[in-house]
């Protein structure tokens, strides 16, 4: 029987695409005698940090402007083909070295406990990693993807459509779900356990099983109007079972200060962007008809401009609309002076420290107050279960509130935030989501108070901006000004084109090509 032995070993992990180069390699990086379960796992969690490219080009130059949560004030660079091919390598380096693991797994013939138990984290991480790229393109390669290195390699894999990369994450997941509820961790010694690689979820399996019941929430509603028949009954088996989802406290996040390392990419995409600003749309929806703030969450995610104002830029802009400028990301500059933003900074800016901080502000995987919102939804609309629009109103008002607990805590954290906004108390959240621009009345029209769930959840996920792009194309009733959106996904990227033309060629053809307008399965 074999022990995990806890030794950190030096890495390298080519960043390919999902097939780039696989001509040219003869050897496998991941051979057994090369590496061990622990250190390849713990690579897979460090994939999860969001990659430069695609925070600049994705993030910054396309989707906080398609959300509205923010606006982009001119195009810049415009390569969103650097961030797809940021986001394509990143899970197709990910998904070969998670299929290591697996072969590695099925050859374990001892500890069937403790293997069963490190698949499961496995499928975890890689559900949420595989729905994300499935979300941003449709179909891509899965059931093939990341096998250049088995027995019978492949070089070339086909595309999968979306709905079947949908149920089979959905049935890992719940598989996974019973085998980290089941009771225990593994214990130390003489059982297979990731123990400190896992600078993730500290190998709790409790962490692991709420994260994964939370994933499953998620993604069932997210495809619910696709396919009612499937996805129904899962939500009432999560909902009545029992089930323990990330609850208030126990955000799943990738923390740079826990995690020894330092998140230098987010200033860097938006210095080096230095476009987006607090646009109207989210503005007009956190103040009131005066320009009144009434969520102090406005204070967490934007400041104000170089004069000490609050200024949005119209989310419609014309060419009579005066430009932004200044500096207000750049780090010497704000670090030296942090009062001065540039004289051209004449519209409200993303908060310098909230994007500034490179320990003490965490990349958000999932929020507690994203299941109040998700379960606040179930009950309204009746997903699988009985509707109970008093159960609807109570999660949503815990939402809100567990929401502003939350980005409270981050601003109070930060050791170096140094122009802290008023903090709001617990009187203070509560009477937010009592206000009667964002109060849910368990007797109010059903319709309205989707708007106001959905609402929610965009602001909640304001540094998530993938998942408010998920939640505007599901729904279309997030906050708007612009026409109805028509940006439904992102084009595969050009390394696809190239090393897998075949398979891409056929994709195109199928799907009615490769454009942005096109919508995904869920969407449909």
């Known amino acids: 029987m074999k022990k995990v032995i806890?030794?950190?070993?030096?890495?390298?992990?080519?960043?390919?695409?999902?097939?780039?180069?696989?001509?040219?390699?003869?050897?496998?990086?991941?051979?057994?005698?090369?590496?061990?379960?622990?250190?390849?796992?713990?690579?897979?969690?460090?994939?999860?940090?969001?990659?430069?490219?695609?925070?600049?080009?994705?993030?910054?130059?396309?989707?906080?402007?398609?959300?509205?949560?923010?606006?982009?004030?001119?195009?810049?660079?415009?390569?969103?083909?650097?961030?797809?091919?940021?986001?394509?390598?990143?899970?197709?380096?990910?998904?070969?070295?998670?299929?290591?693991?697996?072969?590695?797994?099925?050859?374990?013939?001892?500890?069937?406990?403790?293997?069963?138990?490190?698949?499961?984290?496995?499928?975890?991480?890689?559900?949420?990693?595989?729905?994300?790229?499935?979300?941003?393109?449709?179909?891509?390669?899965?059931?093939?993807?990341?096998?250049?290195?088995?027995?019978?390699?492949?070089?070339?894999?086909?595309?999968?459509?979306?709905?079947?990369?949908?149920?089979?994450?959905?049935?890992?997941?719940?598989?996974?779900?019973?085998?980290?509820?089941?009771?225990?961790?593994?214990?130390?010694?003489?059982?297979?356990?990731?123990?400190?690689?896992?600078?993730?979820?500290?190998?709790?399996?409790?962490?692991?099983?709420?994260?994964?019941?939370?994933?499953?929430?998620?993604?069932?509603?997210?495809?619910?109007?696709?396919?009612?028949?499937?996805?129904?009954?899962?939500?009432?088996?999560?909902?009545?079972?029992?089930?323990?989802?990330?609850?208030?406290?126990?955000?799943?996040?990738?923390s740079p200060a826990a995690q020894n390392w330092d998140n230098l990419g987010v200033n860097w995409s938006f210095r080096e962007h230095n476009r987006v600003r607090m646009g109207s749309t989210i503005w007009n929806f956190m103040t009131d008809d005066e320009g009144a703030i009434l969520d102090p969450r406005i204070g967490f995610f934007f400041e104000e401009n170089n004069a000490g104002e609050w200024v949005a830029f119209p989310q419609n802009s014309t060419s009579d609309t005066p430009q932004s400028g200044g500096e207000p990301y750049q780090r010497d500059k704000r670090d030296a002076a942090y009062d001065d933003k540039g004289a051209g900074n004449i519209y409200s800016s993303v908060n310098y420290y909230l994007i500034r901080d490179e320990q003490d502000i965490p990349e958000i995987l999932m929020t507690a107050a994203e299941v109040k919102f998700l379960q606040s939804e179930i009950f309204l609309r009746g997903i699988g279960v009985t509707a109970d629009p008093f159960l609807a109103a109570s999660r949503y008002q815990e939402g809100v509130i567990v929401s502003v607990n939350y980005w409270k805590g981050l601003v109070q954290n930060s050791a170096i935030w140094s122009?802290?906004?008023?903090?709001?108390?617990?009187?203070?959240?509560?009477?937010?989501?009592?206000?009667?621009?964002?109060?849910?009345?368990?007797?109010?029209?059903?319709?309205?108070?989707?708007?106001?769930?959905?609402e929610q959840r965009w602001v909640d996920s304001f540094r998530q901006p993938w998942e408010a792009f998920s939640l505007l194309r599901r729904t279309n009733l997030v906050p708007r000004e612009r026409e109805v959106n028509q940006f439904n996904r992102f084009q595969y990227p050009q390394s696809e084109v190239a090393f897998n033309s075949d398979n891409y060629e056929t994709q195109i053809a199928t799907m009615g090509g490769d454009r942005t307008d096109i919508e995904i399965w869920w969407m449909e």
């Open 419 to 454: 122009n802290k906004p008023p903090i709001p108390s617990i009187a203070d959240a509560f009477q937010l989501s009592a206000n009667a621009k964002y109060a849910m009345t368990f007797d109010g029209d059903t319709e309205e108070n989707r708007r106001k769930i959905y």
């Open 6 to 254: 806890i030794i950190m070993s030096f890495l390298v992990f080519a960043t390919v695409g999902c097939d780039k180069g696989f001509d040219d390699i003869n050897t496998n990086p991941l051979a057994p005698s090369s590496v061990n379960y622990g250190a390849v796992f713990n690579s897979l969690v460090q994939s999860l940090q969001l990659g430069w490219n695609r925070q600049l080009f994705l993030h910054n130059e396309v989707l906080y402007d398609v959300t509205e949560q923010a606006v982009v004030t001119a195009k810049t660079f415009g390569n969103v083909d650097g961030g797809s091919e940021d986001v394509w390598s990143n899970y197709y380096t990910a998904l070969k070295n998670a299929r290591e693991l697996h072969s590695r797994f099925d050859a374990q013939t001892e500890d069937p406990r403790s293997t069963d138990i490190v698949r499961a984290q496995l499928n975890v991480l890689m559900a949420y990693k595989t729905f994300q790229v499935t979300d941003f393109f449709g179909d891509i390669p899965y059931s093939e993807g990341g096998q250049a290195f088995t027995e019978d390699a492949i070089l070339r894999a086909k595309y999968d459509n979306q709905e079947d990369i949908y149920k089979s994450l959905i049935e890992d997941l719940t598989e996974a779900s019973v085998i980290l509820s089941g009771g225990g961790e593994a214990p130390i010694g003489s059982y297979l356990r990731y123990g400190a690689f896992d600078t993730f979820l500290g190998d709790s399996n409790d962490r692991w099983a709420r994260f994964c019941n939370s994933l499953l929430l998620r993604h069932l509603v997210r495809m619910y109007d696709a396919d009612p028949e499937y996805a129904g009954p899962r939500v009432k088996d999560l909902t009545e079972s029992g089930a323990n989802f990330v609850t208030e406290g126990g955000d799943i996040v990738m």
